[in-house]
């Protein structure tokens, strides 16, 4: 990776503020890794220009971002340009009026907006391939291509390879979590409610959120506060007064080698440093498939609001996302609502398992990234490739339906591929979960 924690956007601001450095040479280095062979299929469009020119403006200011880099996913909606989701099907559609909140947010807090970001066509996906405008390759690929994960594949890239200190993403079933642990940086899903989702092309309103890929946890606490609009409490307390918490079924399954010795290496070094870690059952887990067993929510309010476009356009979706789109054709008014109930008693008897933890531990995803080439689109790898989907969002979309907030943080060893350990629990509970990573992701740094 070109970057460590000692230059992530914490320390770097630090820096600029003691004369080190400055925006302008920042935004330099993020231009030239922006345009370097590990960003090609990253960004859809990029604004260099307009980015020198907001980090000069910004670096006369006292703004939180200092006018350094930032990514936005191609979900958003930045006035006078037009949002396509990773779509050909909107290129025709009229340029967004305004900025959305969640970009307005970052500009007023000195963001130097570099470019948009691809993603996966309408965020439908946890690998994170592209057909209309190529995939990026994951930043820790050596040789073969790897996935970057998905959706907000380019923004992972971006913020892994050093174009960017911040991508802007989304997060509806691991969006933000999984490209985070796949390409071995941070990523915050916080509490939905907290940041405002309109301005973004939707895929469910019910379970869409805002949020933020980073290079440190740091860092994440200071998107989540400009995102969110809020202040989080910090909490210097040490590892050892955290109560913590692994589900022992379910969330290990079917673990790769890779992630299963990184993350029993993890388990064990917080408790050689005082982690007070309990192994719990959440069989609530095992009830989900019933639950969504008619498509959930994705497939319903996506195809509530992709029915029109996919009437006229449908050839042109690429057909693995139009295929689960498709689903939630044959969801009626009456298992909508089912839905709504049975979710809303699944969070509440979860949520009484987790009151008396300060955090959950878990893997992020079971496995490392595969190739790109065995994903590919294809008729003969599809059955790959929604295998692979599922594995990789089977733990994150768990804290999604939960209503929850989750951080992936790095915790491989520095020979093998990115693996995420995800610190989540239930809504609201995003600052406490934020001072437990910060913690944690202290306590895994090399010595």
């Known amino acids: ?91 025709g559609a009229p340029p967004a009026a305004l900025d959305c909140p969640a970009v307005a947010r970052l500009k007023a807090a000195g963001a130097a907006i570099t470019g948009r970001t691809n993603m996966v066509e309408f965020a439908f996906s946890g690998v994170g391939i592209n057909p209309h405008f190529g995939t990026p390759a994951n930043a820790a690929s050596r040789g073969e291509a790897l996935i970057p994960g998905g959706s907000s594949s380019g923004a992972a890239v971006s913020v892994a390879t050093g174009a960017a200190f911040i991508g802007l993403g989304s997060d509806t079933g691991g969006s933000i979590r999984i490209p985070a642990a796949l390409n071995g940086i941070v990523g915050f899903k916080n509490t939905a409610r907290l940041v405002p989702t309109h301005g973004a092309v939707p895929l469910s309103t019910t379970l869409d959120t805002v949020c933020a890929l980073t290079r440190s946890v740091p860092d994440a606490i200071l998107a989540h506060e400009i995102l969110a609009a809020c202040t989080v409490t910090r909490s210097e307390a040490p590892l050892t007064t955290y109560r913590l918490a692994m589900v022992r079924n ?100 979860v949520e009484k398992r987790l009151a008396a933890f300060d955090a959950v531990l878990s893997p992020t995803v079971p496995l490392v990234a595969p190739a790109i080439a065995a994903l590919a689109p294809g008729a003969e790898r599809d059955d790959a490739f929604f295998r692979v989907n599922g594995l990789l969002l089977r733990n994150t979309s768990m804290v999604n339906m939960l209503d929850g907030c989750a951080i992936s943080i790095p915790c491989q060893a520095p020979d093998e591929l990115p693996v995420g350990l995800m610190v989540w629990h239930a809504a609201m509970h995003d600052d406490g979960v934020l001072n437990a990573a910060r913690q944690i992701e202290l306590a895994l740094q090399p010595a």
Request: aromatic share 6%; with cysteine.
């Open 250 to 349: 379910q969330m290990q399954d079917d673990l790769d080698s890779t992630v299963s010795r990184a993350y029993q290496r993890s388990l064990a070094l917080l408790r050689q440093r005082g982690a007070s870690i309990t192994e719990i059952d959440l069989p609530e887990i095992g009830e989900l498939a019933a639950i969504n067993a008619s498509g959930g929510f994705s497939a319903a309010e996506s195809y509530a609001w992709h029915r029109h476009l996919l009437g006229q356009h449908a050839a042109s979706y690429d057909p693995r996302v139009a295929h689960r789109i498709g689903r939630g054709a044959g969801m009626g008014a009456a298992d909508y609502v089912d839905l709504l109930h049975a979710r809303a008693d699944w969070i509440l008897r």
């Open 1 to 91: 990776m070109p970057f460590s924690p000692a230059n992530d956007l914490t320390t770097t601001l630090a820096r600029m503020r003691q004369g080190q450095s400055s925006a302008e040479a920042q935004m330099d280095a993020c231009i030239a890794a922006s345009e370097s062979p590990p960003c090609e299929h990253v960004f859809l469009q990029t604004l260099f220009p307009q980015a020198r020119q907001a980090a000069a403006h910004a670096s006369n200011q006292a703004r939180p971002l200092g006018g350094l880099a930032v990514s936005i996913k191609d979900l958003f909606d930045m006035q006078g340009m037009v949002t396509t989701a990773g779509s050909v099907v909107l290129a």
